[in-house]
């Protein structure tokens, strides 16, 4: 199917269900040692992104925001979750993450495929880090020193730690999961894509 | 894998079917409060802004007869987080902070201006989970998809794709069960064939590695699902000739009086403290 609007609302929607039903259930998370968990929700938009463009990257980001945003006001279970419940942090931030693996992924286009998708997949997850944890820092400084116990001056030292230890594995993450969902794809693309006649003709001897 | 069991009954939001005046309001409406209530909530560092906007989400709640337990369920598990902050506010003082003490015990002492920091916090996130639990309470999920539509109706004057946007919404709100099924047979199959997820697994690349056999599958059955929704729609020549819709919301005066006092008191919230020289 050639690349058509259609296409763009449908794999738009399709993806931010996939990042909304991560977000609502545990399957989001992966189980990290030290009682911390790794968050896979942000690949179904870098996934768009490099599908579809940067515009379906941007809905997916925006699907995915809303979707935490809303679980974080209604449901919330971690000590993060009210200063997620402010679309500053939540949706803000995730518009953005579509863009940049889009944009990553175009410039290694050339290259092989799977090592493409993954850069594009490990940008994704670092913007995503980044992002977050700065609008986290802008906006909530002071409710974050009271969670973490430390004074404000020192919580941008404390957010870069967090950024690199946390954001480093979750990019890691993400560009595997990339990589191997877009080779997938583009595998079962091309599958599909040839004609059963095609297949008769090589079959005759 | 914890809980497979509940994955088919994911849903976002919880409609509560009953009438009252704010149900009736047309999706627009309840877009639009929406919005003057979270963007005060999240933007202004007003406190008087956060209290009216609470007083505005309590009053839609009593009128839209939804009981306010419902809402403010998710509260009480994140009451020790505010506890918590209260007790580090209580052990370091802010510079410059010449409010009265309200508490002191020993090196500890909570001023004026810390607690009313914490309460503020506490407040911003109520006024949150009251608006946005409400709006899921007042609203269908059609009702949430064709929202969208008329409220960026205006823009599609200037070539913002509004119809495209809403029917993303549209197919999502569609596609979430269907995932969320496809998810639990996933996992139920390959805990069938004895697949364990991760535990035991070392380093970052090979504990991703483990979830691959679950999320690859589900992320490329929901693609081509897509893709035979795209043949689908084009089928039935989605994009050619004028765009109908079945379902019309038609409002009525205090529909539109609904609408214009949401924006009038968006504006209130934002510009008011700023004006008056409120805290």
């Known amino acids: 199917m050639e690349r058509t609007n259609i296409r763009r609302i449908v794999v738009s929607g399709a993806l931010g269900a996939v ?98 998708a993954g850069l594009a997949g490990a940008a994704g997850g670092i913007t995503n880090t980044v992002l977050v944890l700065g609008a986290l820092g802008l906006t909530a400084a002071a409710q974050l020193s009271g969670t973490f116990g430390v004074a404000t001056s020192a919580l941008p030292a404390v957010l870069a730690t967090i950024a690199l230890t946390n954001g480093l594995i979750e990019a890691a993450a993400a560009a595997v999961f990339t990589s191997a969902i877009i080779t997938a794809w583009k595998g079962v693309e091309g599958a599909r894509g040839a004609s059963r006649l095609s297949d008769e003709e090589r079959r005759q001897p | ?79 020790p987080l505010f506890g918590i902050a209260a007790v580090f506010q209580a052990l370091l003082s802010w510079p410059g902070d010449a409010s009265p003490i309200l508490v002191a015990i020993g090196p500890a002492s909570l001023s004026m201006r810390e607690m009313m920091a914490i309460a503020s916090m506490a407040l911003r996130f109520v006024a949150m989970m009251l608006a946005i639990g409400l709006f899921t309470s007042v609203t269908t999920e059609g009702d949430t998809a064709r929202g969208v539509e008329d409220l960026f109706a205006p823009l599609s004057l200037l070539g913002f794709p509004a119809r495209g946007f809403a029917l993303t919404i549209a197919v999502a709100f569609r596609f979430i069960p269907i995932v969320a099924g496809e998810f639990e047979s996933v996992v139920k199959a390959q805990a069938a064939r004895g697949a364990d997820f991760g535990s035991g697994a070392r380093g970052p690349i090979r504990k991703a590695r483990a979830y691959l056999p679950l999320i690859v599958p589900v992320t490329i059955r929901a693609l081509e699902r897509a893709e035979a929704l795209g043949e689908a729609m084009e089928a039935r020549c989605y994009g050619v000739g004028p765009a109908t819709r079945y379902v019309r919301s038609v409002g009525s005066t205090a529909d539109t009086m609904a609408r214009i006092g949401a924006v009038m008191f968006a504006v209130a919230a934002l510009a008011g403290p700023l004006i008056l020289g409120l805290h």
């Not at chain 1, 992104?49 to 997916?60: D, H, K």
């Not at chain 1, 679980?71 to 863009?99: E, H, M, Q, W, Y």
Request: aromatic content about 10%; charged content about 10%; proline content about 8%.
């Open chain 1, 19 to 116: 990042s909304a039903v991560m977000a609502v259930t545990p399957l989001g998370y992966l189980p990290w040692f030290g009682g911390a968990s790794l968050t896979i929700m942000h690949i179904p938009v870098i996934i768009a992104a490099i599908l579809e463009g940067p515009v379906a990257g941007a809905i997916v980001g925006l699907v995915f925001g809303v979707t935490s945003m809303v679980k974080a006001a209604t449901a919330p279970i971690g000590p993060l979750d009210p200063l997620f419940a402010n679309p500053l942090v939540s949706v803000l931030p995730r518009l953005f993450i579509g863009v940049v693996a889009w944009g990553v992924y175009r410039l290694f286009r050339g290259k092989l495929t799977p090592l493409a």
């Open chain 2, 1 to 79: 894998m914890k809980g497979i069991e509940f994955f088919r009954n994911v849903s976002i939001g919880r409609y509560v079917d009953v009438d009252s005046p704010v149900h009736r309001l047309t999706p627009v409406a309840k877009y639009l409060w929406l919005m003057a209530i979270i963007i005060p909530v999240s933007v202004s560092s007003s406190t008087a802004a956060v209290l009216a906007c609470s007083i505005i989400a309590l009053a839609c709640t009593v009128l839209a007869h939804v009981r306010l337990g419902f809402l403010l369920r998710g509260f009480v598990p994140v009451l």
